[in-house]
């Protein structure tokens, strides 16, 4: 089966270093562009801002001829992106590359996940679009700091360099693909009505409940251990985080397709409220390292588990539907960030962020058990 996604894979791959890597290089950015950290940080919002539209949006439309072709569009789009970035000669142009950057981010995720789950067989359906979620998470967890080394010895711009050459690798390995790819549907009109469903709405409401608990939270994962005193612990813990979230989302396929993400999903969700939980309540650098690679692995086998739990009886809106979900989850995500920022900046400590993270955990929950809910079928006669 790996051999048939592989080219999607490298794809997430290079999404996932592009989503997180400003982050370890936002000051040296600053200093190029003479411009402030905050307003290169506005860079983030405008490509999380862009994929939340773009996916939605495009994807349907992009891939209505040809699956591949949509692709490849969208991989295109995201290449300019990067390397406009990457030649950036002011704020502007470097906002701007973000824009477009994330359009083709958003698109490409969505079309990457479908086109997967079309390439195989109904039983390999999970296991197949949690290999793009590895492919995100492996990019997020060693594409990041092999981009902020590179931005140390050579600059920040051979660090969006090493993104665009990513993207190139895989809109070369499709291009060159020999087998053809199944459609993944879309283009018929129907994209926005698939978030009338009410699973398929409570599916994007869990997204992005997943995104403000989840990755909102890691955003604060050094300041929060310096507060409980494991500021040496810094780095252990977001390695045990990555190491987590590539573990859960190379893991989770096979529980998917083997007892199904009806039962997966309400357990993520449960394990990841656990996690909070244990951070909120606990010291000690075993304790934490154990339940951020928790945090890491249930917020990262979460994404597929949603996505084939929403999607499997309904595949021709796979692409729709994932791409509000991803949409979600990266607003998610966003929101988390600023709520985190205003919380600290309303007094509440760093250490005690957990403790909001375990409210969101107990809605995620919630609504996790609802998601999965058989739906009542209308009675005859």
Known sequence: MIRRVWPLVVAAVSLGIDAYVLAGVLPRIADSLAATVGAIGLGVTAFTGAYAVAGPLLSGPLTAVSTRRGLLVALGVFNAGNLATALAPDLWVFLGSRVVSGTGAGVLTAVATAAAAGMVAPRERGRAMALVTFGLSAGTVAGVPAGMLVGEQAGWRWTMGLVVAV????????????????????????????????????????????????????????????????????????????????????????????????????????????????????????????????????????????????????????????????????????????????????GVSAGRLPAWAAACGVAALLLALLVVRPRRRPRTG
Do not use: K, N
């Open 167 to 346: 993207g190139v690798v895989s809109m070369l390995a499709l291009a060159v693909r020999s087998r053809p790819m199944p459609p993944v549907g879309g283009g018929d009109g129907r994209t926005l009505s698939s978030i009338a469903v009410p699973q398929v709405a409570g599916g994007v409401a869990l997204a992005f409940l997943f995104g403000l608990g989840s990755l909102g939270l890691y955003t604060y994962l050094l300041p929060m251990a310096a507060e409980r005193g494991m500021a040496d612990w810094g780095f252990a813990f977001v390695w045990a985080w990555g190491i987590g979230g590539v573990a859960g989302s190379a893991l989770a396929g096979g529980p998917i397709d083997a007892v199904g993400s009806h039962r997966l999903l309400p357990l993520v969700a449960g394990l990841l409220l656990a996690s909070f939980t244990i951070l909120a309540l606990l010291d000690g650098p075993a304790v934490w390292l154990v339940a951020v690679a928790l945090w890491g692995a249930c917020g990262w086998s979460g994404v597929p588990a949603l996505q084939d739990a929403l999607t499997r009886s309904r595949p021709e809106r796979t692409t729709s539907i994932v791409a509000f979900q991803m949409a979600a989850m990266y607003l998610g995500a966003a929101v988390g960030a600023a709520l985190g920022s205003a919380l600290l900046g309303a």
